[in-house]
């Protein structure tokens, strides 16, 4: 008799019409397979969906190009398909589940014709964890079934876990005709399933990623009493050799995969990676939260990254132990067959390709490589990877960090009195946009615990969430906002960023061990200049004094812009988000 996973490959099978169909079992042998097949046959728009590059310099890294329509994620094509509208919230686009389905079925009759349907088990978390999921996801695109293969555990051991129950986190994926108006990424909450067509960029086309793991899991989380987090989790380590780990949330493209890696600048402290995106988190029996990376990969951006910004990184990317390690729309030197971006150590290549694979000219003012470009490796590459990464039980959470981009306003560093001012801290977050989405880039957001395109139900609940979540922890993680990016009157930003970040992180787990005290102010508390270890910085007096200050004028026209975005939920907001925020209207 047929089991339930194999029923619903056929059904899919049946509508979508695949030449074939295939049982991916996540070896690096069937990735070299792929790969071959995305060289020699696979095509996008008549292109290769796979290049070769220079295996002595990047050893088993390959160039993928998308379609040139297809870069980042569409939030305004990304639907949360609850029953009721309410239960998504503003938050996120909704269309009634029945109608959703009756779009995507006319969408994908057929649309596997010609090529191939990769069928992908594969475990959120490590499989003896007893948080993680198995998931069965459908894919016609090799790039998505060799970069699920990095991302995720991927196993036919996943096919048996789930044996013969039919509640199995489904992904249902195909490129579609790759048209912006034939694309759409809908989540069916309470049926654990993803329906992406159109598109093949990593946000909308990895399903375990953002999909199920933030918007689908965060409804989980929501019923069954966890977080699903848009969070890097990193053990810090001080000189004495204790390891304090902490989680951090930031909008994309702000910084997450460097602090995740980060090269310490001060001597004695180090930084032990477990994940730079995604934080599962449960309270254990001892009353602490505990975190864990459902993922297996980077899926980061490539602009920007050096030996200056993240070494650890290119450390990784250059590693070749776990194949292999794709980078996607980067420019490329056709001379040395290398990968290239804008932010790269040394000189600019003389004979690139950009992102499209046209020759570039400097001089017509357009960038090489792609602003959303990225590179897709395993963390089993990464030098700094933590011991406690397999750990199934997570590791233990000491502090929470939430981060944006803004430019003025908001303080280095910030922590809140307690968990519900710092949910509070969380719900009022806000960051200037960037190019990991498609919209308009520079503009101010409110994105509470960088959750805003993740959360997959209302927000206003999500904040009722995290309270409830409070409640149960006897040793809750204290709760802190960051923020590198103030600028002077220059423009120019104050804090230097990078491997100096851990002159804050040192900050935040003296705080967390009752080492220091803290200067009280209305919107929490800022350190003491003194008890920030700034030797060696050359800032001036009165900028650093602005990293720490709070403009009573500028927090008043935040604190309404507070008000109207938490007004737009209604009912949903928690009374006690209202009165911490009465709190903080009254000091201001
Ligand atoms: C990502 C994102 O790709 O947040 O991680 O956009
Ligand atoms: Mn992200």
């Given amino acids: 008799m047929a089991t339930p996973i194999e029923r619903w490959v056929e059904e899919q099978a049946r509508l979508m019409r695949p030449d074939k169909i295939y049982w991916c079992d996540g070896s690096e042998e069937e990735a070299r397979r792929l790969i071959e097949i995305g060289i020699c046959q696979e095509k996008i728009d008549g292109e290769p969906v796979f290049y070769k590059l220079n295996h002595n310099l990047w050893p088993g890294a390959y160039l993928h190009r998308s379609h040139s329509t297809d870069v980042a994620r569409t939030e305004h094509l990304t639907y949360v398909c609850h029953s009721d509208k309410e239960s998504a919230g503003l938050n996120n686009n909704w269309m009634p589940p029945h109608k959703a389905k009756e779009m995507l079925r006319k969408l994908s009759d057929g649309c596997m ?26 894919t016609d695109s090799s790039y998505v079934a060799v970069s699920m293969r990095i991302m995720t555990r991927m196993h036919k051991d996943a096919v048996k876990r789930i044996g013969n129950r039919d509640d199995f986190v489904k992904g249902l994926h195909s490129l579609g005709d790759l048209h912006p108006e034939r694309r759409f990424i809908m989540h069916f909450p309470d049926e654990h399933l993803v329906w992406s067509i159109g598109s093949g960029y990593g946000g909308n086309a990895l399903l375990g990623k953002k999909c199920f793991s933030l918007r689908i899991a965060s409804w989980l989380g929501y019923q069954e009493g966890w977080l699903a987090e848009h969070m890097v989790i990193v053990g810090i380590e001080d000189p004495a050799g204790n ?26 402290y180090k930084v032990w990676t477990l994940g730079d995106d995604i934080a599962w988190l449960n309270v254990g029996a001892d009353g602490r939260l505990y975190a864990i ?89 990464c030098p700094t990877l933590s011991r406690d990464f397999d750990n199934p039980k997570g590791v233990p959470i000491s502090a929470i960090i939430l981060g944006g981009r803004r430019t003025d306003l908001i303080p280095l560093v910030t922590e809140a009195f307690n968990w519900p001012n710092g949910v509070f801290l969380g719900a009022r977050g806000g960051s200037e946009t960037t190019a990991a989405a498609a919209h308009q880039v520079g503009v101010l957001r409110r994105d509470p615990m960088a959750m805003l ?21 006897t040793h809750p993680p204290k709760i802190f906002s960051v923020n590198w990016f103030r600028t002077n009157e220059k423009d120019e930003f104050i804090w230097p960023g990078f491997s100096e970040n851990i002159r804050v992180l040192k900050w935040i787990i003296e705080r967390v061990n009752n080492r220091i005290e803290a200067k009280e102010t209305p919107i929490g508390f800022v350190p003491y200049l003194k008890d ?10 009165n900028e650093l004094k602005k990293l720490t200050s709070i403009n009573m004028e500028d927090w008043c026209g935040e604190v309404k812009e507070i008000k109207d975005f938490l007004e737009q939920f209604g009912k949903h907001i928690p009374e006690e988000i209202w009165r911490q925020y009465q709190a903080l209207a009254k000091h201001i």
């Fill in 113 to 138: 014709r010609g090529r191939t349907m990769y069928v992908l088990p594969y475990m959120m978390g490590h499989p003896s964890s007893p948080y993680a999921k198995a998931c069965i996801q459908l």
């Fill in 243 to 268: 390891i304090t780990y902490v989680t951090a949330a930031m909008p994309s493209a702000c910084g997450k995969t460097n602090l995740a890696m980060l090269q310490s600048a001060l001597g004695g």
């Fill in 293 to 381: 990376n459902p993922e297996t990969g980077f899926f980061g951006v490539t602009c920007g990254t050096s030996m200056k910004t993240n070494p650890n990184m290119l450390r990784t990317l250059k590693a070749g132990k776990f194949f292999p390690t794709l980078f996607t729309n980067t420019a490329l030197n056709q001379d040395t067959n290398e990968p290239w971006w804008e932010g790269l150590d040394g000189p600019v290549p003389k004979n690139l390709a950009d992102w499209e694979g046209n020759s570039w000219d400097k001089a017509q003012g357009k960038k090489a490589a792609h602003p959303n470009s990225r590179f897709t490796t395993s963390l089993y590459n």
């Fill in 453 to 473: 395109p993740f959360c997959g139900y209302n927000m206003g609940d999500y904040f009722k969430h995290w309270l409830n979540i409070g409640k149960k922890l």
């Fill in 532 to 541: 920030l270890n700034l030797e060696g910085l050359n800032i001036p007096e």
